[in-house]
Every structure is written in structure tokens, then in C-alpha cells.
């Protein structure tokens, strides 16, 4: 066995917002455990916890019973009780989700249909209610979603990890996880900053989960592969265009929501995002490419199944991307009033979709165990928000090992 400082009860691969709410709730659950993280960037929520358009989420599209379902609904009081207590920036502005052509306004019916099966109790808006609700906004009708928000989804895991070194436990940055072996007692994890040993292994992976499930053993029946989020800021004279946000009524045959206007925390306003495979799983600056990446996608059958599957779309997302242009026209759907010189440079993001090998995209929460390591395989949006019982499931699965 190593040494005790390089043993602990629980460790935790991955400083995102799941992998720190998991770690928080298993140092107050197990006060008397030794919990340690490990990061391999120099700083939390690098990845897709620190890249996406901190909305508090409400629980609007998803299927109703799903852990996405589940887990939002209970994530958004979380998430809200959680940063008030750590005096967090939030507000609950709420959303629009807005039709723009005769047959969004049909699926409107179904929307709400969907939301009332989620718990919510959303609001019927005409097109006159609409307009006076947001003068800048056009649609022919909407529903209103009071209780989304908006959050600074970074200093949330920052004071999440705050209260795990509170309660004991230690976050270790820089550390790049090489190598993962389970044995009958323990699992051991090299590292660049050497080798960890714990009772139970989660790993909360992101954009890296299909890799180190493989390297610990799991049998991976799935790929990630990275979408690319890109956005624009509006520029600063726009900041106060919208007063909730605008989000667009989803086409069941395309597979990604589309563009949306979004106030964020900071008093800004962003639109997007756009859904463009990733050349590179980490690379966000536009026109990042990674041979190893790259390959491993082309050797993926689900890959070219997924692809087949959505090849219109895929080439029109290419083609918004290519053309602020035809960005703009997605934007002037709901905003006919902006214009090119609005459109500012944004940060992307990039999503870790996981791929079934028959080309289905999976759409919920996946989780992976062995005996001894647990993997979070899929988290998709709205995982920022349902981080808390993420975290709080995740750790009950541990309990039933040890029960």
C-alpha cells in the first residue's frame, strides 16, 4: 500500500462542477473519509464547466422520467439554495422559448405539454404579449419559463471545492492521469505527479471520459465526440436588448437545440451556440485540429453512422460557421434589428457527445461501474445545473457497494 499521503478513501478524476459536487458530498457524507481530486489542468472548471452559457435550466425539453428530467428539476432549487448561501451571483430572469414560423408555433403545444409533465408551470405568450414583453424580440408566439437563471457556473465549482478542502479533503492540480488498475482491495491511478491509490475511484472525465473508462478496464461501447459550441457577444450597446432569455422552439429531427440569445451574469449578452464537430477535443480557438483526435473519430463506425444520419445539418452548421453572415441570420430570427458590427468574438465551447457504435446519440445521463470505479460516461446539458444531484446520486451508488 503507498504511503497515507497518497492514499485515500475516495478519489475523484476531474475538477468540472460534477466531479467537485461529487467530491464535496462524499467528504460530508463520510466525514471521517479521506477524499482527493485530481485535475490535469492548472485550474478548475477548464473544460465544459467553465465554456458554456451559465444558464440555470429549467427542465423544459427533456423526456419526462429521464435522469436529464430528474436531475434538472432538483438541480435548479440546488443550484439556487447552493450559491445563495456562498453569496454567488444568479438570477432567475427567466426564458422565452419563442416560434417563429406557423409549424414552431404547433410544436409549441407539445413544448408545453412537456413542461407541465416536468413539473413546471409555464406561461402562454401571444405575439402582442411577446412584444411587450421584449420589444426587440420577434416571434408569433411564446412560452415564459420563470424559474430558469443565469449563474457564473466557475465560481460555483470553485466554492464547491472550497468546501471540500474545508471538510478534509484535497484538490491536486497539474496532475494528468497516465494509467488506471483495479485490484481486489484497492485502485491504483498513475499520474504525471505520481502514482494515487483509493478504496473507490469516481471519474467525472468530460471530453476524456471514453478514454479513461478503457484505461481502467470498462468495457466502452461508445465514443466522444466533440461538438463545437461557437458564440458571439453582442456588442455592449446591446446589453440591454433582451430582459430574459430567448431560447428557439427545437426541431425533433435535428439533433442540438440551435441559437439562442442569452444574458450572462457579467451584464452581457452572447448568442449561440452553433453545434460544429470538434477537430480536436480540447481545442477551442476556431481552426484547432488534433491528428490523434481526428483518427480516433474516423476509426469510430458510429462516428460515419452518426454523420450519415445528420449530414444536412452537419453541412449547414459548417456553413454558419464559415459565414457571419449567415450567423447573423440565424440570430436576426428572433432579433431582426441586428446587424454584422454587433457581432463580437466569443469563447467557444466544446461538447463531449457521447456516441453509441450503431451512430445514436446519447441523450441522457450514462454512468459505468466496475467493483471498484464509477464512471459518469455522458453529461450532457444540463449537467452545470444538475451537478448537486448528480454529485448526491452518485454517491448513494457508492453507499449500495458498501451496504
Given at each position: ?18 466531479g ?59 443550484t ?38 416536468n ?8 405575439a ?12 408569433l ?13 466557475p ?11 474545508d471538510?478534509?479533503g ?30 473507490q475511484?469516481?471519474v467525472?472525465?468530460?471530453?476524456q471520459?471514453?478514454?479513461?473508462a478503457?484505461?481502467a ?8 465526440v466533440?461538438f463545437r ?33 442569452t444574458?450572462?451574469?457579467d ?52 456553413r ?25 468574438p ?12 450503431d ?45
Amino acid at each position: 500500500m503507498l504511503s497515507d499521503d497518497r492514499h485515500s478513501d475516495y478519489l475523484v478524476i476531474g475538477g468540472g462542477i460534477v466531479g467537485l459536487s461529487t467530491a464535496m458530498q462524499l467528504a460530508r457524507a463520510y466525514p471521517d473519509a479521506t477524499v482527493r481530486v485530481l485535475e490535469k489542468e492548472d485550474r478548475l472548471a477548464a473544460h465544459q464547466s467553465g465554456h458554456n452559457s451559465g444558464v440555470i435550466h429549467a427542465g423544459v425539453y427533456y423526456a419526462p422520467g429521464s435522469l436529464k428530467a430528474k436531475f434538472c428539476r432538483a438541480g435548479v432549487d440546488a443550484t439556487i439554495a447552493f450559491c445563495t448561501r456562498h453569496q454567488i451571483s444568479f438570477e432567475q430572469c427567466g426564458k422565452l422559448l419563442v416560434a417563429t414560423t406557423p409549424i414552431e408555433l404547433e410544436r409549441m403545444d407539445a413544448l408545453e405539454e412537456r413542461c407541465r409533465a416536468n413539473g413546471l408551470d409555464p406561461e402562454r405568450l401571444s405575439a402582442e404579449q411577446l412584444k411587450e414583453r421584449e420589444p426587440n424580440i420577434t416571434g408569433l408566439g411564446a412560452l415564459f419559463v420563470r424559474v430558469t437563471g443565469i449563474v457564473d457556473y466557475p465560481a460555483m465549482a470553485r466554492a464547491l471545492a472550497k468546501e471540500l478542502q474545508d471538510a478534509g479533503g484535497d484538490v491536486v492540480l497539474n496532475s494528468t492521469v497516465t494509467g488506471i488498475a483495479e485490484g481486489p482491495d484497492t485502485v491504483s491511478v498513475a499520474t504525471s505527479t505520481g502514482l494515487y491509490e483509493a478504496r473507490q475511484l469516481v471519474v467525472c472525465g468530460g471530453l476524456q471520459a471514453d478514454r479513461l473508462a478503457k484505461m481502467a478496464g470498462v468495457d466502452v461501447d461508445f465514443q466522444i465526440v466533440p461538438f463545437r459550441g461557437e458564440y458571439y457577444r453582442l456588442n455592449a450597446r446591446h446589453n440591454a436588448i433582451i430582459k430574459h432569455l430567448i431560447y428557439p422552439i427545437p426541431d425533433p429531427d435535428l439533433p442540438f437545440l440551435g441559437v439562442h440569445l442569452t444574458r450572462m451574469i457579467d451584464g452581457s449578452v452572447t448568442v449561440g451556440p452553433n453545434a460544429v464537430l470538434g477537430f480536436a477535443r480540447e481545442g477551442y480557438p476556431k481552426g484547432s485540429f488534433d491528428a490523434g483526435d481526428v483518427l480516433s473519430m474516423l476509426g469510430f463506425s458510429g462516428f460515419w453512422k452518426v454523420m450519415g444520419k445528420n449530414l444536412r445539418s452537419g453541412i449547414t452548421e459548417f456553413r454558419n460557421s464559415l459565414s457571419k453572415q449567415r450567423y447573423l441570420k440565424l440570430c436576426q430570427k428572433y432579433a431582426p434589428g441586428l446587424t454584422l458590427d454587433d457581432l463580437e468574438p466569443y469563447p467557444a465551447g466544446i461538447r463531449a457527445q457521447a456516441v453509441m457504435a450503431d451512430g445514436t446519440l446519447v441523450h441522457d445521463f450514462l454512468i459505468k461501474q466496475t467493483q471498484r470505479t464509477l464512471h459518469v460516461c455522458n453529461a450532457p446539458s444540463p449537467a452545470a445545473t444538475s451537478s448537486l444531484p448528480i454529485g448526491e446520486h452518485l454517491v448513494s451508488l457508492l453507499a449500495e457497494r458498501s451496504g
